[in-house]
Nanobody, 125 residues
C-alpha cells in the first residue's frame, strides 16, 4: 500500500510563492510511476493541476496554472514538488498529490493510490 503525505501549504499574499512537497512511502515502485497534483476549492470538484512522468521528461499542466507553476520529481526520495509562483486568490484550495502510470493518466484522473490528507493553500488578495 502506498501512503502519500503532502506538505508546504500556507497563507500567502497574491503574487507570492509557495513550494509544495509530497512524499510517497510503501510499495511505491517509485522509479516507474508518474506523480502529480490536484486541488479542490470549497464547493468545487477536485481538479487536475500538474503531473510529471517517472523520468521527469514529460510534464502536463492545467491551463489555469501553466507558466506559473512548475512540477518536479526526486525519484531517489520518492518525492514530487510543486513550485507555485504568481499566486492568485483563485489558487486557494486543498492540494493533493497523486500517483499514476503516466502524466497523461494522472491528467485523466486515472491514479494508482489513495489520496493523502492534502495541504491547504490560501492566497489573500
Amino acid at each position: 500500500q502506498v501512503e502519500l503525505v503532502e506538505s508546504g501549504g500556507g497563507l500567502v499574499q497574491a503574487g507570492g510563492s509557495l513550494r509544495l512537497s509530497c512524499a510517497a512511502s510503501g510499495r511505491t515502485f517509485s522509479t516507474y510511476l508518474a506523480m502529480g497534483w490536484f486541488r479542490q476549492a470549497p464547493g468545487k470538484e477536485r481538479e487536475f493541476v500538474a503531473a510529471i512522468d517517472w523520468s521527469g521528461a514529460v510534464t502536463s499542466y492545467s491551463d489555469s496554472v501553466k507558466g506559473r507553476f512548475t512540477v518536479s520529481k526526486a525519484n531517489a526520495r520518492n518525492t514530487v514538488y510543486l513550485q507555485m509562483n504568481s499566486l492568485k486568490p483563485e489558487d486557494t484550495a486543498l492540494y493533493y498529490c497523486a500517483m499514476g502510470s503516466s502524466a497523461a493518466a494522472i491528467r485523466e484522473g486515472r491514479i494508482s493510490a489513495s489520496w493523502g490528507q492534502g495541504t491547504q493553500v490560501t492566497v489573500s488578495s
